[in-house]
């Protein structure tokens, strides 16, 4: 069992955890590169560096056209503008501070906020806030916070935290600092990962959880995942409220909360910003801070999804589902549910899936179904933390609101391009008396979902293919938009054979035909390729760009004739065009 320490007196605890976020930043914040009170046990072997993205999409499945219009405005802005080319693995590293203090759920050193992490955010937004007592609305760039990171980013670009030699840390124990220890997201991704920077260290000491609820609203996943994944600091792990002092502790650095605090000369990921509406280069904006977080992946967490693979080895977990619907148990959370949940599962069980509780199963019960899950589908909640132990082939797909769309959706994105699975969302409507009215997100929280009849069979349309079941579909309209879904979506040999089922359909059709060529395409098959662009050509021979594409095609496939033939109606058809084509290509002249 986890030891617990007696509780302090309440005004004891009221008066030492509270920080004045007031302050002006210099006062405020903690640099480690230039006030001291921090060392890194060794020089990290990197700050940050890329990670491919995974498959992340959304789509709209709202009952009403004006919901569905600020849906799709709100996914072109997140993939447009918000996610970066590349996501990035930023790193955390262990680190000893000196006149440490635990308070609420920051920690500082020498009374000054140290910016680790997602906590390293919060604790910026929050001096945003406190510091515009009287203000309507705090704006974009506040000019005291900016000159403070322009100060920070000045320094010196081969400064670093300074090291300490790892065989001074006898004695010393390790604390965390915890948003709650009732919230399953914030605990798994931003607390327990933390204890992996402990790996190769032979540490001895004591660990401490800190955090600023009352310890009754503690729930019982934070010990259980502690004692399952940490199985070596049996006995020696604690649960201790804030605030709490220490002369010395370690902790974990998660790099990523100080990214503007870093001496640089320019912005390292000027090159990963698809644009410039949202993020600020060096500017530590409320929406480039927020961007930077959805793009970001803490080496703690890849480690901690490493280890929990790991504790599966030797286990029997046969009697898990790989497809399954994710329900909630009303005792030990938030009554969220969702209109149409019934009538979804109740498609869902004909393809096979069973309904889960995570809440349920034991803490190796969850990262196992996740590990060999071909498909999970739940709506939005706490419970898509488990994402981070799915596999690469597995498709994870939540049913969400608009609100989730704005406000909650980038925070799952480190979790799937740490698992590199296939996070597909669908938006659909508020369940409330007034779907079309937005809810206001600081008075009425995350508010449920309402799936309807239409949106359902989007849903179950998209799942069954991409799981290699495929729909008859009676309207071009519908083949369209389950075969773009789908295609978005990575399957491409799913969706070359959705689209192979309803050939005459196909035939008919440019748009299709030019789908159907695009799958073969990303399928590595140049001939079915020239087929179906011959195809789509016969179907709409006033695009030019079909008979350029097919030129390329033949090229690839080596039929002369082709590209002959192609270039005689680009030039009957569209003289102009040929002509920039083959001013622009000479290899074209020689074809035989």
Request: hydrophobic fraction near 45%; proline fraction near 5%; glycine fraction near 6%.
């Amino acid at each position: 069992m986890l030891n617990w320490q007696k509780r302090q007196p309440k005004v004891l605890l009221t008066v030492r955890n509270k920080i004045d976020f007031s302050l002006p930043p210099d006062e405020l914040f903690l640099n480690p590169w230039r006030d001291g009170g921090l060392w890194t046990l060794q020089k990290p072997t990197f700050i940050w560096q890329p990670l491919a993205h995974t498959t992340i999409e959304g789509f709209a499945a709202s009952a009403h056209a004006p919901i569905t219009a600020m849906i799709n405005t709100q996914i072109a802005l997140m993939k447009k503008h918000r996610q970066f080319k590349s996501a990035v693995i930023y790193n955390c590293v262990p680190v000893l501070v000196q006149a440490a203090g635990f308070r609420k759920s920051y920690i500082t050193s020498h009374d000054k906020v140290l910016l680790s992490g997602a906590a390293g955010v919060r604790a910026i937004n929050q001096h945003r806030w406190q510091s515009d007592e009287g203000e309507t609305s705090v704006p974009a760039v506040k000019p005291q916070l900016a000159d403070y990171f322009t100060q920070c980013q000045a320094g010196a670009p081969d400064s670093h935290i300074p090291v300490l030699d790892a065989g001074f840390l006898q004695g010393v124990d390790f604390a965390v600092a915890c948003r709650n220890t009732f919230n399953y997201f914030h605990f798994i991704t931003e607390s327990l990962s933390q204890l992996t920077v402990l790996d190769g260290l032979d540490f001895q000491g004591e660990i401490y959880f800190h955090f600023p609820n009352n310890a009754e609203k503690q729930r019982p996943f934070a010990e259980s995942f502690v004692e399952a994944l940490f199985p070596e600091f049996s006995g020696r792990v604690h649960f201790e409220r804030a605030p709490k002092d220490y002369p010395f502790v370690l902790t974990a650095f998660d790099l990523a909360g100080a990214h503007f605090q870093q001496p640089m000369q320019s912005d390292p990921f000027a090159a990963l910003a698809l644009s410039n509406r949202v993020w600020a280069g060096t500017q530590a904006t409320a929406a480039a801070q927020s961007q930077l977080a959805m793009n970001t992946v803490s080496s703690a967490l890849l480690l901690l999804r490493q280890r929990a693979l790991d504790a599966l080895e030797g286990g029997d977990f046969s009697h898990l589902p790989t497809r399954f619907y994710v329900g909630r148990d009303d005792r030990q959370s938030r009554e969220r549910h969702m209109q149409g949940e019934d009538l979804l599962f109740d498609h869902l069980r004909l393809f096979g899936f069973e309904y889960v509780v995570f809440e349920n199963l034991s803490p190796l019960e969850q990262i196992a179904i996740m590990a060999n899950a071909e498909a999970m589908v739940s709506y939005h909640g706490a419970g898509f933390t488990n994402m981070l132990f799915a596999s690469s082939e597995a498709y994870v797909i939540e049913i969400g609101t608009l609100q989730t769309a704005q406000f909650r959706w980038g925070d799952f994105w480190p979790l799937a391009n740490a698992a590199g699975c296939k996070y597909i969302s669908f938006f659909a409507d508020f369940n409330t008396d007034n779907p079309l009215s937005e809810p206001n997100f600081a008075v009425d929280g995350i508010v449920p979902v309402a799936l309807g009849e239409a949106g359902i069979g989007q849903v179950m349309a998209f799942i069954v293919t991409v799981l290699g079941q495929f729909p008859t579909l009676a309207q071009s309209t519908d083949l369209k938009k389950l075969a773009r879904a789908t295609y978005t979506a990575g399957a491409f040999d799913q969706t070359e054979k959705l689209l192979a089922g309803h050939a005459e359909m196909v035939a008919r059709d440019a748009e299709l035909c030019l789908l159907k060529a695009d799958c073969c395409k990303q399928l590595d098959l140049p001939k079915a390729e020239l087929v179906a662009l011959d195809q789509a050509f016969k179907a709409d021979p006033k695009r030019w760009q079909t008979l350029v594409r097919m030129i390329w095609c033949a090229n690839r496939c080596e039929r002369p004739q082709v590209i002959r033939w192609a270039l005689s109606r680009l030039l009957a058809d569209f003289p102009d065009r040929h002509d920039r084509f083959v001013s622009a290509h000479e290899w074209v002249r020689y074809v035989t």
